[in-house]
């Protein structure tokens, strides 16, 4: 559309025709009120508190439904239209309960703050307000009608945001109601979407309603410890006697990597932290052979001594190389890349691992040397066309299905998905390609133009052509493919032009554990210990023996063969079904926050800092670099990146070469191209215009609304803060950056709260290993309401779980009848 | 059948049938029907559109838009089918002539359809019927279906290449699906609520297809202006208002009824003369003139007011749908205006805030004030209320609630006044309060 100019209160505008006046108004800093629009959602000129007067126009004008032509001239503020709004608001006090000091919305309010700005302060009414009680429509969403302004937000936001259609609307007139499908209760996907979109309190939370009041919160925002799409969460954060808790999950600033949207595991899911299953005191285990609380001190030098011992012994069962390290899939890459550092060069081994739930090491050596063909989450609402091939997203990746959706619903994308089993994103498809389960290796054949395995299916060959006719195409696939699926698939669109990839995975930082060289054969950045380049310099005593993978490890651990197994955040014994009697022999050390079945077994456990409770970044599963930020605290537990300095400076090592802190940590030498200097400013990408890139460092609105510090973000982003510790886990950030070549970040972005896309591209090709062995991937396949461990231990989720098995049951058995 | 009540000013044009048995397709034929049918297969879509202009005929649903401008808006090419909506949700207080259409003479309905079809080059026809019309629905049917039989609808129609289907729909009950972007969401199974506008039906109706949706009588006005011819039509009305109008009178007079009078015929001589004058001698006091939606005009404001669209839209009210309300000298006012909002309240779709939270109110408010219970301030309230109700609401419902309202406050202010201060009602002599 060509730009039009047109005038907004005397003041010269110029948008592309079309656009809504609303929009183009805001755009320019000029704010009309409004409830019922919503960016992105379709239009209802409701609310009719948009309104604005264009000249030769009649009547006033709704701006969320006007769209701008050349010429125009609108004014959007004066005394008529103050007065239009006034009553607007007077009417909606009238049946409005008004119970504003109790309100879960209060001082966060849309309503609150219209009448603050409109003064709409007296009423003209004296009989009885219109009222019904309040609903519990499930365990996570509450209903308070009276305070319902009939914004209809929400019945968009479930309908055509995710797809679910679970709201809408009963009786007419002032009996008119938003009313779930289940008639009293709600069957949908329990996103909390709706609670989010409210801009009043009609819809409150169950973790949240009546716990207090959002002034009495700190705002912290930081990354979703759950699924592999790392969505930005925002935390409302409350002091309290052992620590700080959590009261309240959202994304109410809509800024960062996920905008509008958290799913329910991102909004409820975080009362694990204050679970009173948690680890909050270093256990030893006695003489007696039960595990005993001790202090940290004591923990420590247990564990530093017994590794050192066992590192600096001469004998068979001796030195590093009898020491196995197993780290996380939720811990920070700071985290990782500290416990690897230390594993190589304090325990001296190779002997690390992490429980692998994704080929990305597959996945990274195919796109080695090939820059911008790995997709960012944010390509997923861009781009104009998407091969999705296996996966579940709506229930895996639900950030990615919204993604989808929303791509769909503004951009008419075109999406194909190639499955195994009915997925619900194939509403939104064009084309459904039904595989055979063992089929996903033969797609990419088949795709190249190969009949002999899938050239039967009835649709298939419409469905390659229409695949192979897109001009740019998004492959998006699932741990279906691994080794050497991955490459030749990967193969095939890099002989295209204008194809990206991002390959599914579980867990908050999977992707980061990988990247950051928990591999027995890699090193951080998929360098292979074989030729370890510029890390022969940095790490002393580096081998280039690759060492044990994790079932290897446990397996000799159980052979007697392993004299130590240093275990973080991670449940190895659970997961390959290791003999928990057969690892008696080796001395086991875990750092965690719950009592795992390793950690039960183990000789030492650590209690360990959720990733609530902690500072650094991860990485997503399509590479996205995003800042995480500690907002709770808790009592008795400590950072796994602590906890480990901690280790390495009892067992003697030099923690200034570990972690690069003080005098002198500024300099930040140049290794590898591009230099990071101080005067280093990446070139921002380009973001999505309906997504914020504003810092926002909180809350965006409300009491505590975002001043964000920007002195302290420069500074940071420029690596011009001292790193007065060896506890920050920045200066690890400052290493990895340094030598880690996928790792070139735009810090001021990072820090201001954005994503930032590493770049697998950069990963040298010459020196790349054989693909990891297939079998050594176990993907969790966690669903809306599971996230592993994390899970189990997060009542919101766990009710939520059986709350839609007991919903469910109703129609399975109409079913069987 | 019922006795039809007659004048010698009237000048039967859509009501030319009734009483004839017209409801039967053969009878219908003998009385000279379908043949303008045949005339437009034969003369095509241009020259149906220059008659429909020509005609003056404007929509007597109560908007007043020229028809056969309407129609040109239709674009000639479209990718999706385009559509024939004819609103039979009559459901305005004071307004009951479709029925009598419906009622006398259903084939009217179909033919001024097909003809719509033909100038727009719709092939599809949905005959749109208010859901409490239970009574009518059989005798729509059945009109359709001998309509089918005798090959008037279908695929060939009259042995022609031209296709043309019609469909009988009814309500489910709600005023609000007289709006026409209301009653295309309804007929597609949807909650009645209006549309954004624009786009316009026109443009994007029914379905997503350019539709064209007509009140009843205009759509049955249609053929008799074919068979006529446009400036026939148009000769017997007013300047820029052709043609005739079913008026219905009811209220306090001696011959309520439907009259079929030309546009622009003097109101006062259609309330003492058409319909014999106030009932009981009794003196008048007001007049609604186009249905229970349009302001009220005082006796002194009738005198030589013609009713036709331009001259009472200048005398502060609107022709509406043609529904005159006559009231006399013993009715309250503030009890009528009451009467009024309930229904307005009652019909709010509830879709915009003004018109869901002002009706209510304002049904509130007029409910404690006629009881006796209001203050002076309350009636500074009620007129604030409607005014800013006046062109803030969505669609035109909350004007039509806030309309009458502020007529009645400005105009009988006084009859407000005597309600204050725990008065009994001064004025209802005849009629009982009223409590919702």
Redesign the interface.
């Known amino acids: 559309m060509p730009d039009v100019t047109f005038t907004v209160d005397g003041k010269k505008l110029t948008a592309p025709a079309g656009t809504l006046l609303i929009e183009a108004c805001r755009k320019a800093g000029i704010e009309i009120p409004a409830f019922c629009y919503y960016p992105g959602l379709s239009?209802?000129?409701?609310?009719?508190m948009c309104?604005v007067r264009q000249e030769k126009v009649?009547?006033?004008q709704t701006a969320c439904?006007t769209t701008v032509a050349e010429g125009q001239v609108f004014t959007t503020e004066s005394p008529e239209i103050t007065?239009?709004r006034k009553?607007?608001i007077e009417?909606?006090l009238?049946?409005h309960p008004l119970d504003c000091p109790v309100c879960d919305a209060g001082g966060e309010c849309e309503l609150q703050d219209m009448t603050f700005r409109y003064g709409a302060g007296e009423s003209?009414?004296?009989?009885a307000k219109?009222h019904r009680e309040e609903q519990k429509w499930s365990p996570a969403v509450y209903f308070d009608r009276p305070r319902c302004?009939?914004c209809y937000r929400c019945v968009r936001m479930c309908g055509e945001g995710m797809d679910v259609w679970a709201l809408?609307?009963a009786?007419?007139?002032?009996?008119?109601i938003i009313a779930p499908n289940g008639g009293d209760h709600l069957d949908c996907e329990q996103c909390g979407m709706c609670i989010d979109a409210c801009p009043v309190g009609a819809l409150t939370s169950d973790t949240y309603r009546y716990k207090t009041r959002p002034w009495e919160m700190n705002h912290v925002s930081t990354v979703c410890t759950h699924c592999g799409d790392g969505c930005k969460v925002t935390l409302g954060v409350r002091q309290v006697d052992d620590g700080a808790e959590i009261v309240r999950g959202d994304n109410r600033d809509k800024s960062g990597i996920n905008g509008d949207f958290l799913c329910a595991k991102g909004r409820f899911g975080f009362d694990f932290v204050d679970s009173k299953d948690r680890l909050t005191k270093p256990l030893v285990r006695n003489a007696a052979g039960t595990l005993e609380p001790v202090t940290w001190e004591h923990a420590i030098r247990v564990v530093s001594n017994k590794l050192k011992e066992i590192r600096d012994s001469k004998t068979e069962n001796g030195g590093g190389s009898s020491i196995g390290v197993i780290g996380s899939n939720t811990g920070t890459n700071e985290e990782n890349y500290l416990l690897q550092k230390f594993a190589r060069t304090v325990l001296g081994t190779n002997n690390i691992d992490h429980i692998r739930t994704t080929d990305y090491a597959a996945f990274v050596r195919a796109m080695a040397g090939h820059e911008h063909r790995a997709a960012s989450l944010r390509d997923t609402e861009t781009a104009k066309a998407i091969l999705l091939i296996g996966g579940n997203p709506t229930e895996e990746h639900p950030l990615l299905a919204w993604n989808i959706r929303t791509n769909f619903r503004h951009n008419t994308a075109r999406l194909y998905i190639a499955t195994d089993s009915p997925i619900k994103l194939e509403r939104q498809a064009r084309q459904t390609l039904s595989l055979p389960v063992e089929g996903y290796e033969s797609l990419t054949a088949f795709l190249s133009g190969d009949d002999s395995a899938l050239g039967e299916i009835e649709n298939a060959k419409t469905f390659r052509e229409a695949v192979n006719a897109e001009e740019s195409l998004l492959v998006i696939f699932g741990q279906e493919f691994r080794g050497a699926a991955i490459e030749s698939l990967v193969k095939w669109g890099l002989a295209k032009e204008n194809v990206k990839f991002a390959y599914l995975g579980d867990y908050a930082n999977s992707r980061g554990a990988a990247d950051m060289g928990l591999s027995p054969d890699l090193l951080p950045g998929y360098i292979p210990v074989t030729t370890p380049g510029a890390f022969a310099e940095e790490y002393p005593n580096l081998s280039t023996q690759p060492g044990m993978t994790a079932p290897e490890m446990l397996d000799a651990g159980c052979r007697g063969e392993l004299a130590a197994l240093y275990i973080v955040g991670s449940d190895p014994v659970t997961a390959y079904g290791t003999d928990p009697a057969a690892l008696k022999r080796a001395f086991v050390v875990v750092q965690d926050i719950f009592l795992t079945g390793t950690a039960a077994l183990a000789d030492v456990v650590l209690p360990a800092a959720s990733l609530y409770e902690k500072a650094g970044t991860v990485t997503n599963t399509f590479g996205d670099i995003q800042l995480v930020k500690k907002a709770a605290d808790k009592a008795g537990v400590k950072p796994d990146f602590e906890i480990l300095v901690r280790i390495a400076g009892g067992m003697g090592a030099d923690v200034k070469k570990l972690v690069p802190f003080g005098r002198g940590s500024i300099t930040v030498p140049a290794v590898t191209a591009p230099a990071l200097s101080v005067d280093f400013v990446p070139t921002p990408r380009p973001i999505p215009s309906l997504r914020g890139i504003h810092g926002d460092l909180g809350q965006s609105r409300g009491a505590h609304s975002g001043e964000a510090d920007r002195h302290a973000v420069w500074l940071a982003a420029r690596g011009l803060e001292l790193r007065l510790s060896p506890f920050d886990p920045l200066a690890a950030l400052d290493e990895i950056e340094r030598l880690v070549p996928s790792y070139k970040l735009d810090r001021l972005n990072l820090f201001a709260g954005n994503d930032v896309h590493s770049e697998p591209g950069f990963v040298p090709v010459a020196s790349l290993t054989a693909p990891t062995a297939a079998e050594l991937i176990l993907p969790a396949h966690d669903g809306l309401f599971t996230s592993g461990v994390l899970g189990d231990h997060t009542k919101a989720l766990v009710e939520l779980n059986s709350y839609q098995e007991s919903i469910s049951q109703p129609v399975a058995e109409a079913a069987a009848d | 059948m019922p006795k039809l009540t007659s004048h010698p000013d009237e000048v039967k044009i859509i009501s030319k049938r009734f009483g004839m048995g017209a409801a039967n397709i053969d009878r219908y034929i003998e009385l000279g029907g379908y043949e303008a049918t045949r005339k437009c297969l034969a003369e095509g879509s241009e020259w149906i559109i220059n008659e429909m202009k020509a005609s003056g005929l404007r929509g007597r649903g109560g908007a007043g838009f020229p028809t056969g401008l309407k129609w040109s808006f239709v674009p000639k090419q479209s990718a999706k089918p385009k559509y024939v909506l004819v609103n039979g949700d009559e459901s305005e207080p004071g307004t009951c002539k479709d029925h009598l259409i419906f009622l006398h003479d259903p084939h009217a309905i179909i033919e001024g359809t097909i003809i719509a079809g033909l100038a727009i080059g719709a092939k599809m026809g949905f005959i749109y019927l208010r859901g409490e019309y239970r009574y009518l629905i059989e005798i729509m049917e059945k009109a359709v279906a001998d309509a089918y039989a005798k090959g008037f609808l279908g695929k060939n129609i009259f042995g022609t290449e031209t296709e043309f289907q019609a469909v009988v729909q009814t309500g489910a009950g709600?005023y609000?699906v007289g709006e026409e972007s209301a009653l295309m969401e309804s007929l597609e199974g949807k909650?009645g609520v209006p549309r954004?506008k624009p786009p316009f039906p026109a443009v994007v109706g029914l379905y997503g297809g350019p539709t064209v949706i007509n009140n009843a009588e205009t759509i049955a006005s249609v053929p008799h202006i074919i068979t006529m011819g446009g400036a026939a039509y148009a000769a017997v009305g007013s300047e820029r208002n052709g043609g005739t109008r079913l008026f219905g009178i009811s209220g306090h007079v001696e011959r309520p009824g439907i009259y079929e009078l030309p546009m622009g015929y003097n109101l006062k001589k259609m309330i003492y003369e058409v319909a014999g004058g106030v009932r009981g001698g009794r003196k008048l006091k007001a007049v609604v003139p186009g249905g229970s939606s349009t302001p009220v005009l005082l006796p002194e404001e009738i005198e030589t007011l013609g009713m036709d669209f331009d001259q009472v839209g200048k005398a502060g009210s609107m022709l509406g749908s043609g529904g005159v309300v006559v009231i006399d000298d013993q009715t309250c006012i503030v009890e009528f205006a009451l009467r009024t909002i309930s229904f307005y309240?009652?019909?709010?779709?509830?879709?915009?805030?003004?018109c869901?939270?002002?009706?209510?109110?304002l049904k509130?408010?007029l409910t404690?004030f006629h009881a006796g219970f209001g203050t002076k301030k309350d009636i500074d309230?009620i007129q604030?209320?409607a005014e800013?109700m006046m062109?803030?609401?969505?669609c035109p419902l909350g004007d039509a609630a806030a309309m009458p309202t502020l007529g009645f406050v400005k105009k009988f202010r006084k009859e407000f006044e005597d309600h204050l201060d725990g008065k009994p009602c001064p004025y209802a002599k005849h009629v009982e309060v009223a409590l919702v």
Request: contains cysteine; glycine residues 10%.
């Open positions: 239009l209802q000129a409701a609310c009719r309104v009649p009547k006033l439904t007065q239009a009553a607007t009417l909606l009238g049946n003209l009414y004296t009989e219109n302004i009939l809408g609307i009786n007419r007139g002032s009996s008119a | 709600a609000e909650r954004i309240q009652h019909e709010s779709c509830g879709w915009c805030i003004p869901r939270e002002g009706t209510d109110w509130k408010s404690r309230n604030y209320l800013n062109g803030r609401t969505f």
